[in-house]
Nanobody, 114 residues
Framework: QVQLVESGGGLVQAGGSLRLSCATSINAYSLTAMGWYRQAPGKQRELVASITRIGSTNYADSVKGRFTISRDNANNTLYLQMNNLKPEDTAVYYC????????WGQGTQVTVSS
């Protein structure tokens, strides 16, 4: 079964930064489009950013210019650099393929205080 292990979350003040990491055991990872998703309390999970196998990226309007998704194909790892964090970024963040598959990891909590 594919493993997705997210890390790097925490509590940060508004305007701060965090870098999330996702270690995966996805077969043929380098050929797979990946995404970061988040779910805030009482809301549906949403796509935050995606990256193709060749590194083309897309972002939700709410995070454009603040978040950067990247990947390390040699180490099957996905990253999300988050700058200028806002309280509305508070959520549990998950990585998955893009489009997502049914199997999700435990996520990593990001809390931004005002």
């Amino acid at each position: 079964q594919v493993q997705l292990v997210e890390s790097g979350g925490g509590l940060v003040q508004a305007g701060g930064s965090l870098r999330l990491s996702c270690a995966t055991s996805i077969n043929a990872y380098s050929l797979t489009a990946m995404g970061w998703y988040r779910q805030a309390p009482g809301k549906q999970r949403e796509l935050v950013a995606s990256i193709t196998r060749i590194g083309s990226t897309n972002y939700a309007d709410s995070v454009k210019g603040r978040f950067t998704i990247s990947r390390d194909n040699a180490n099957n790892t996905l990253y999300l650099q988050m700058n200028n964090l806002k309280p509305e970024d508070t959520a549990v963040y998950y990585c998955n393929t893009y489009p997502s598959r049914p199997n999700w990891g435990q996520g990593t909590q990001v809390t931004v205080s005002s």
